[in-house]
């Protein structure tokens, strides 16, 4: 059972950056992580496969970088240039699934406990 933990989560205004950070006992084909709006549904931001390939949705492309590293079984996820819209909580996910269904949160077999990002204007 692979185990996920969030942290690096805060409060930050407008254009203001942060570095969240998933600590995980294993890695696992893909390792993404997802936020989650009140009255929102869950969606994915960034998604990282085994062999480095990446995938952003248009609305944090250029903003946000996925990233681990291996020594430390750390997941990353470096936010710049933030936006009141990006508030929500983060979560870090693992999904044996391939790239085509790496937004679809019920392909994904362990999730952390989420960790809360506030962007104020």
């Known amino acids: 059972q692979v185990q996920l933990v969030e942290s690096g989560g805060g409060s930050v205004q407008a254009g203001g950056s942060l570095r969240l950070s998933c600590a995980a006992s294993?890695?696992?084909?893909?390792m993404a992580w997802f936020r989650q709006a009140p009255g929102k549904e869950r969606e994915g931001v960034a998604v990282?496969?085994?062999?480095?390939?990446?995938r952003y949705p248009d609305s944090v492309k250029g903003r946000f970088t996925i990233s681990k590293d291996n020594a430390k079984n750390t997941l990353f996820l470096q936010m710049i240039s933030l936006k009141p819209e990006d508030s929500a909580t983060y979560y870090c996910?693992?999904?044996?699934?391939?790239?085509?269904?790496?937004?679809?949160?019920?392909?994904?077999?362990?999730w952390g406990q989420g960790t809360q990002v506030t962007v104020s204007s």
């Open positions: 996910a693992a999904s044996d699934y391939g790239l085509a269904w790496w937004a679809m949160t019920d392909k994904y077999k362990a």
């Open positions: 990282l496969r085994s062999d480095g390939t990446t």
């Open positions: 294993e890695y696992s084909y893909l």
